[in-house]
């Protein structure tokens, strides 16, 4: 029995043990097989998707990126050179998409060991910005802050977005203390991080040494997205005698102005591109700028910049030419300044608002200088201000009979042949007699010529009594038609009085219109006799020189401009082929006939050579070739803004001054105006006339 136990022991262990190795082979055969099968699936992938899967490795979004060119200058009408552009060096930061703030921050700490950075104007956000920004810092104020901060009552965590605002709210609460080398690093941050993905910043660019350049340009590599450029500023060779009517760039800070936005980012622009703001600068802005160039950047799988390739080169802003002689600026500008200091130093400059002075090309409309003078009556300080010539209104006085007269003509209450009045003082009901400067009764009866030629108030209200279809009695009520002030208003308007020029600088104003009616609705009969000696309404300046190169071209209201051509900017800088050139444009045909035209015209010659004792403009008889005027004054208050509701206000007295020469075949048409004097004595209008027509003669030679 015992040797059949182990004879059955033996067997089994024999099938035991051959039953293990193929137990064991079927494992290995198993995984050997799975091992094959990954094998050939990882070579399947290799062969048929192996270039895919390195592609994604390797994968880059391109992109385009948009890069500035240098903004287009401003000459004068010689070719001298108004407005550049100066570059310096500048560091620049551009945005890789997906960078962190803390990276920023680490950038900012590198790069301020080598550029000395001035701080700038920094909010209390900012500053907690930058601390945030330290490495572990938003997850140790995260801990050091209460609960409340980070969840609600119910425990709920808020939004990420609703914590870090808590996390500037909890370090501000705690105090914000940084040393000046701090605010300075702050301020690069701030600058840094608020630029949009993929867009160019400047961290400095002014100032910059060629000490800092070369550090900078050694750490590159430490310092990804910075790199050494240029940045440009607005200079101006020959002063800044006509800098407001140029206007202004905005800063990379400022950017685009809010109500624009929509507009110049629909057309390309990035909301800190500089872009011009006022003024030529603004409404030439699609020509100064030129067309940005284009760059298409590699951004790789880790969000930084891997390669960049030029695909454009841009196109360089335009070059205005204006009509503007900057020499004859200069010597305008300083005709209106000295006789404004005389003024000054007469004493009663002390309620004015400075002097302006506008000379237009009446056969084109070219501007060929525009000047002012702004008086601050607060401090008696001066300042220039050309602008003010398209932007600031002023009742003219009698400098714009001309209109009148000519209106009155084409209604036909007066004819060339048919056109003498009596000249008689106003008087109605309840006001104070309505009268020329002259004593009453110097005439009994004026011609229109003659009327301009004395500045008579009294001719220009029986003119507007009959274009308002009345009848007048001295000290009885006058009816005049309901229509008056538009009859008047109209004429008045075909010249340029009272509607805006069209002039090819943004911010024109236009003339202010008086009440026609009181608070009750009755016809203001007074001021409709004001309005046609040129004491109601007002007007711009540019407006006055509108209304007189009409009449001195016969007829036609031209469009003024500034900008005589485009000219294309060349590769190297210079200029090149001209773009365009503006052609003058005539706006309306005035209906008066020659023989209408040839009234006003002896009139306002008269007004410089006539010997009648009271003609006006005399100072200006010996110009020559001979010029032709119309002088004004309007009697009016100042009103002190700071003391609105004065019962008493002082009265000042405005003085203007139109003209044209040479009187035969006019080429410059003058218009002047000194606003709220403390007394017409001077005669300063014609003062700067006289200076102005002698330098333009002897400037393009017509001296005789």
């Known amino acids: 029995m015992k040797r059949i136990l182990e004879l059955i022991r033996k067997r089994t262990g024999s099938q035991a043990k051959s039953t293990i190795p193929f137990r064991l082979n079927l494992l290995f055969f198993i995984v050997f097989a799975l091992f094959a099968l990954l094998v050939g699936q990882l070579a399947y992938l290799q062969i048929v998707y192996g270039g895919k899967f390195q592609a994604e490795v390797d994968r880059t979004d391109k992109t385009v990126m948009q890069g500035n060119v240098p903004r287009g200058m401003i000459y004068d009408s010689k070719g001298r050179l108004l407005v550049g552009n100066s570059t310096q060096s500048a560091i620049t930061y551009t945005k890789s998409a997906g960078v962190k703030t803390s990276d920023i921050y680490q950038i900012v700490n590198r790069l301020t060991q080598y550029v000395n950075i001035k701080k700038g104007k920094l909010t209390e956000r900012d500053k907690a910005d930058y601390i945030l920004a330290a490495p572990n810092k938003s997850?140790?104020?995260?801990?050091?802050?209460?609960?409340?901060?980070?969840?609600?009552?119910?425990?709920?965590?808020?939004?990420?977005?609703?914590?870090?605002?808590?996390?500037?709210?909890?370090?501000?609460?705690?105090?914000?203390?940084?040393?000046?080398?701090?605010l300075a690093k702050a301020t690069a941050f701030k600058t840094m991080s608020s630029a949009y993905s993929l867009s160019t910043v400047f961290v400095k660019d002014e100032g910059l040494t060629s000490k800092e350049i070369a550090q900078v340009s050694e750490h590159l590599t430490e310092l990804p997205g910075i790199s050494v450029g240029s940045n440009w500023n607005r200079d101006y060779p020959q002063?800044?005698?006509?800098?407001?009517?140029?206007?202004?760039?905005?800063?990379?800070?400022?950017?685009i102005p809010n109500d624009e936005l929509n507009i110049m980012l629909a057309s390309g622009y990035s909301r800190n591109d500089r872009v011009g703001t006022s003024y030529l600068e603004k409404s030439y802005e699609s020509i100064l700028a030129g067309t940005k160039s284009q760059r298409q950047v590699a951004i790789g799988s880790n969000n930084q910049i891997k390669s960049s390739k030029e695909i454009y080169a841009g196109q360089k802003g335009g070059n205005l030419n204006l009509t503007i002689d900057s020499a004859f600026q200069?010597?305008?500008q300083s005709a209106l300044d000295t006789q404004f200091a005389a003024a000054k130093g007469a004493g009663i400059t002390q309620y004015s608002d400075g002097a302006?002075?506008?000379?237009?090309?009446?056969?084109?409309?070219?501007?060929?200088a525009m000047a002012g003078t702004r008086n601050d009556t607060n401090t008696g300080k001066t300042t220039e201000?050309?602008?003010?010539?398209?932007?600031?209104?002023?009742?003219?006085?009698?400098?714009v009979k001309g209109a009148t007269v000519l209106g009155a003509l084409m209604d036909g209450v007066i004819t060339p042949d048919n056109n003498t009045l009596p000249d008689q003082p106003i008087y109605l009901p309840g006001t104070p007699v309505k009268k020329s400067v002259y004593p009453i009764g110097t005439y009994s009866a004026l011609s229109a010529e003659k009327a301009l030629q004395v500045s008579s108030n009294e001719y220009m209200m029986a003119l507007a009594i009959k274009e308002g279809k009345a009848t007048y009695t001295p000290n009885t009520a006058l009816h005049l038609s309901n229509d008056v002030f538009d009859v008047m208003r109209g004429y008045f308007n075909q010249f340029g009085l009272g509607v805006k020029t069209g002039i090819d600088i943004s911010g024109e104003t236009t003339g202010i219109e008086g009440a026609s009616r009181t608070s009750d609705g009755q016809l203001k009969t007074g001021s409709a006799l004001d309005l046609s000696y040129g004491n109601y309404d007002a007007y711009t300046l540019i407006e006055m020189a509108q209304y007189i190169s009409t009449i001195a071209n016969g007829g036609y209201r031209m469009r003024p401009y500034i900008v005589q051509s485009v000219q294309k900017t060349q590769n190297d800088g210079k200029k090149g082929a001209i773009e365009s050139v503006t052609k003058p444009k005539v706006l309306n045909r005035v209906g008066f006939t020659d023989a209408d035209l040839r009234v006003v015209k002896n009139g306002m010659y008269n007004v410089v050579h006539g010997t009648d004792p009271w003609t006006t403009g005399t100072l200006l008889k010996d110009i020559s070739p001979s010029v032709s005027a119309k002088t004004g004054t309007a009697q009016s208050f100042y009103y002190n803004p700071e003391d609105p509701n004065n019962p008493d206000p002082p009265a000042t007295i405005t003085t203007s001054l139109v003209s044209f020469g040479p009187s035969d075949d006019p080429n410059i048409a003058l218009a002047i105006v000194f606003p709220n004097l403390s007394s017409e004595d001077g005669n300063y209008p014609q003062q700067v006339a006289k200076q102005i027509y002698t330098d333009y003669y002897k400037m393009t030679n017509q001296s005789k």
Do not use: C
Request: glycine fraction near 10%; charged fraction near 20%; charge should be positive.
């Open 239 to 255: 002063g800044k005698s006509i800098a407001s009517i140029i206007g202004g760039v905005s800063t990379e800070q400022e950017g």
């Open 356 to 368: 302006y002075a506008v000379a237009m090309n009446p056969k084109t409309g070219a501007i060929l």
């Open 330 to 332: 200069k010597k305008v």
């Open 139 to 182: 997850a140790s104020v995260a801990k050091q802050m209460p609960k409340s901060y980070s969840q609600d009552s119910d425990g709920n965590a808020y939004s990420a977005n609703k914590i870090y605002a808590n996390e500037v709210k909890y370090i501000q609460e705690q105090g914000i203390h940084l040393s000046n080398k701090e």
């Open 385 to 399: 201000d050309s602008l003010g010539v398209i932007n600031r209104t002023f009742v003219m006085g009698s400098a």
